[in-house]
Nanobody, 116 residues
């Protein structure tokens, strides 16, 4: 059974940090492009950070550049999102996605709330 399970979300104060994890099972991520998306209440889902199958990172959204970093550890079949200097506007459900060609898998999401 193919699964992506996100974890690491929670409540954090503005300026704080969180590291999200996305653990894959039922397939190996080695040949998949991986990415993090987020969806805030009342808004469309947006791309946060992608990473290629070979570890290349490109196209961070402007609002996240310098604060968020995506990484992957293929040996653990896991992708991470390090989030620093968090702002209230970063509050959203964060989703992990695996893509290869026309195939893609989504996780169920993890809630991140940035509030004092």
């Amino acid at each position: 059974q193919v699964q992506l399970v996100e974890s690491g979300g929670g409540l954090v104060q503005p300026g704080g940090s969180l590291r999200l994890s996305c653990a894959a099972s039922g397939f190996t991520i080695n040949t998949y492009a991986m990415s993090w998306y987020r969806q805030a209440p009342g808004k469309e889902r947006e791309l946060v950070a992608p990473i290629t199958s070979t570890g290349g990172r490109t196209n961070y959204a402007d609002s996240m550049k310098g604060r968020f970093t995506i990484s992957r550890e293929n040996a653990k079949n896991t992708v991470y999102l390090q989030m620093n200097s968090l702002k209230p506007e970063d509050t959203a459900v964060y989703y992990c996605k695996a893509t290869k060609g026309s195939f893609s898998y989504w996780g169920q999401g993890t809630q991140v709330t940035v509030s004092s």
